[in-house]
Every structure is written in C-alpha cells, then in structure tokens.
C-alpha cells in the first residue's frame, strides 16, 4: 500500500484512471478473469490502493469497467474515457440542471 508520506519501503505513486489486462484475481473476484481486457479511475483517497501510474496496480473489482472484445479500443482511449466520465458526470451534478424539462 502507499502512504501520504512517502518512504523508500512504500513509495507514493501517483495516478488514478488505468487500462489493460487482467493478470491475476483474488478469491472472491466474480465478474473479472486473468486475461480480462479493463479499464477504470481509481479513488485518490483511497490509501490502501497503490497509483496507477506503473506498469502494474490493484483495483478494487467494482471500480472496474470491462472492455468488450468488439470495440476496438486503445489502452489510452480507454484509460481517458474512465476520467473523462467522471469528470462529465461531477460538471452535470455542480449545474444544477432542473430534473425535469431541461434542454441540455
């Protein structure tokens, strides 16, 4: 796990979307297999998950989105799309936008 205050034992890494292949799950993983094509954005203040900005990271099995295998779709694309979502949806939410009869 990563720290806030950085150690040489436990690095602090940065980043939190990510795209690429599964390469192992834990127990009680049901949705995902080693193999598995994914993509998502981690939560940054979740302390216990290490960044994303390696070649390797853990997610947490709900924080991950599936790449179907007929979209066509880089590991960069896939990585931005996770943000970009996120941060569409948290713009919508600070609108205000009425609920009913809006043009948007």
């Known amino acids: 796990t990563h720290r ?29 297999t080693a193999g598995d094509r994914v993509c998502g954005v981690q939560n940054p203040l979740n302390n216990s998950l290490p960044g994303t900005w390696a070649e390797q990271t853990l997610a947490l099995e709900g924080d991950i989105v599936p790449i179907p295998a007929e979209c066509d779709i880089s590991f960069v694309e896939a990585a931005a799309s996770g943000m970009s979502a996120l941060v569409a949806g ?12 809006c043009r948007c």
Do not use: F, I, S
């Not at 948290?90 to 009869?101: F, I, N, Q, T």
């Open 4 to 32: 806030r205050t950085p150690t040489v034992a436990h690095p602090l890494v940065g980043g939190c979307e990510y795209a690429g292949v599964v390469l192992a799950v834990g127990p009680d993983v049901k949705q995902l």
């Open 90 to 101: 948290d713009m919508y939410k600070r609108a205000h936008l009425p609920a009913e009869g």
